[in-house]
């Protein structure tokens, strides 16, 4: 699973990568619900009458993640993570893994109407990407058209992770609870060394790292629950993945 806190620092590129989510989830609606088989075989009679614009990579429930999304998704990770895209077969499943449990959790936030960032929130973070990355604007929209992406991608991305922490620590963070002792316990042991180690002579005292002890002890413990959810949220929806979408 690739969402607990931590994990969703890798997604925002650090610390601070999701409000209203980006983008719609994909579903098959259109005034009314389509029924999900009725739209694959749709797209497996496209070859008779044209070319197929897309192609359903995954199915979950009744929503899906087409060969676009993970194209689409391998593009922003690289171009955020300063690497270049890996369009491999191995990494196609494991954007795929992520884009399924980004639908689960859409359709968490969705049913039970969490309250999401707006789209403003996430405007710093980008200047902020593109102020420490780029010599300019025209550096920045120039690095857009060689990954193959624009900036309004960059953005729903931004709106998506943004968002995603907003469920993590509603969902999960706040019933974590952390002791004293522990936090004393890792102050003494790992934080205090290093502190003066980094500042000889200086005054190292708990207060000033309570809270990045706290946050630091409690991941591992959100990351578990969060595990365990979508572990049996997997086990009650159906997935189904399709080969030509990976293709």
Avoid at 26 to 48: K, N
Avoid at 52 to 67: E, H
Wanted: charged share 30%.
């Amino acid at each position: 699973m690739r969402s607990d806190p931590q994990r969703a620092r890798s997604y925002v590129r650090g610390s601070e990568r999701g409000a209203e989510p980006p983008t719609e989830p994909r579903t098959l609606e259109s005034g009314c619900r389509l029924h999900l088989g009725v739209l694959l075989a749709f797209a497996l009679l496209l070859p008779l009458h044209g070319e197929i614009i897309d192609r359903i990579a995954v199915s979950v429930g009744n929503r899906v993640v087409t060969a676009s999304d993970l194209d689409r998704e391998i593009r922003i990770t690289a171009f955020l993570d300063g690497k270049p895209a890996d369009f491999s077969p191995a990494a196609k499943r494991a954007t795929a893994e992520r884009l399924v449990e980004q639908q689960l959790i859409r359709r968490e936030l969705e049913t039970n109407r969490y309250p999401m960032p707006s789209a403003a929130d996430v405007a710093p973070i980008l200047d902020n990407f593109e102020r420490d990355h780029f010599k300019d604007a025209a550096d920045f929209e120039r690095a857009l058209a060689a990954a193959g992406i624009a900036a309004q991608d960059v953005k729903d991305e931004l709106l998506w992770q943004r968002g995603l922490l907003s469920f993590i620590n509603a969902r999960f963070r706040l019933g974590v609870q952390v002791s004293d002792r522990q936090i004393e316990d890792y102050f003494e042991k790992v934080v205090k060394p290093a502190a003066q180690a980094a500042h000889p002579g200086a005054t190292v005292a708990l207060d000033d790292y309570r809270q990045s002890i706290e946050d630091t002890l409690a991941g591992p413990m959100v990351d578990r629950q969060l595990d365990e959810w979508l572990k049996e949220v997997r086990g009650r929806t159906d997935i189904v993945y399709h080969d030509e979408g990976f293709q």
